[in-house]
């Protein structure tokens, strides 16, 4: 005899594309219609506060998506906050500045065709009626990233640093292998622990340190794979390392899968496991 159980389970909230949702007291996710194997759902805007709002990655340049985010703030967006400026995070603030009249902050100096308000460092806080965001930098998928500390409800806003569903891409030379582990392990350091992440693809994460701690243990071990074979090569070029290690990945993966296999051979190297610079270079074990 078998009794049946019903399993209650948390669903996420559901995504429904240029609508808020309340995530917490102080949290509301608008999430823009720019799904790919890049982007997840697509890209979570994040708005934070009620009276005064930081909005964290206003997007891609999307009219229906910004104007779907001044709607919910109006002129109490005081500021738009960059996680970093890849295509599906940033270009949108421009738009949405023009309709908010917000301040437009992140890592410094940024991008030419995208003139700050203010440059943010570590350590840097913004101070809100209501909430104080902290400035992290986490360099490793860019260099310029940032992740933001809501301590009021031990949230972090990671954009691309982790994101939930899949790992990200460490494509260099702006993207840094050694650089991501240690931003990755600073998380783990947070002080309260973190509840919550609130990644830039995907739904909200609930158990962080877990979630971190799985990111680093798969980067170490893809690592200890891309040592493997090429101390079983001596030496040898990076697509043939792709097509020994990622044998069960379809072929138009491979050159994604490049770019992260030459950010691993480039720590190794940093840490004179390997020895070799470019994409294209021959790469050899270390005397
Ligand atoms: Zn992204």
Not at 181 to 198: E, H, V, Y
Not at 250 to 276: C, D, F, I, N, T
Request: aromatic share 4%; with cysteine.
């Amino acid at each position: 005899m078998s009794e049946s159980t019903d399993v209650t389970v948390d669903q996420p909230k559901p995504i429904v594309y240029g609508v808020a949702g309340a995530l917490s007291p102080m949290v509301r996710r608008i999430v823009c219609e720019n799904p790919s194997s890049m982007t997840g759902p697509g890209t979570n805007t994040y708005l934070v506060g009620i009276d005064e709002i930081a909005v964290i990655d206003p997007g891609p340049d999307d009219a229906r998506h910004l104007d779907a985010i001044a709607g919910c703030g109006g002129d109490r967006i005081r500021w738009i906050l960059l996680t970093h400026t890849h295509p599906d995070h940033s270009p949108g603030a421009v738009g949405l500045r023009e309709r908010t009249g917000a301040q437009l902050m992140a890592y410094g100096p940024g991008p030419e065709d995208l003139p700050l308000d203010g440059t943010l460092r570590d350590g840097d806080v913004i101070e809100a009626t209501e909430y104080h965001l902290r400035v992290l930098h986490t360099p490793g998928h860019a260099s310029d990233h940032l992740c933001y500390l809501l301590p009021e409800e031990r949230t972090l806003f990671t954009g691309d640093h982790i994101m939930q569903g899949s790992t990200v891409v460490i494509a260099p030379p702006d993207g840094d292998m050694q650089a991501y582990l240690a931003s990755l392990d600073r998380l783990k350091q947070i002080k309260p622990r973190l509840r919550i992440i609130a990644p830039g693809h995907g739904y909200l994460i609930e158990d962080p340190n877990a979630v971190i701690d799985d990111y680093i243990e798969h980067r170490l071990a893809r690592e200890q794979q891309v040592l493997t074979e090429l101390r079983a090569a001596g030496s040898t070029t990076i697509p043939d390392l792709v097509s020994r290690i990622y044998v069960d990945v379809p072929a138009e993966l491979h050159p994604v899968a490049a770019y992260s296999v030459w950010a691993h051979l480039r720590k190794l190297a940093a840490e004179g496991q390997a020895v070799g610079d470019t994409l294209d270079d021959t790469w050899s074990v270390a005397a």
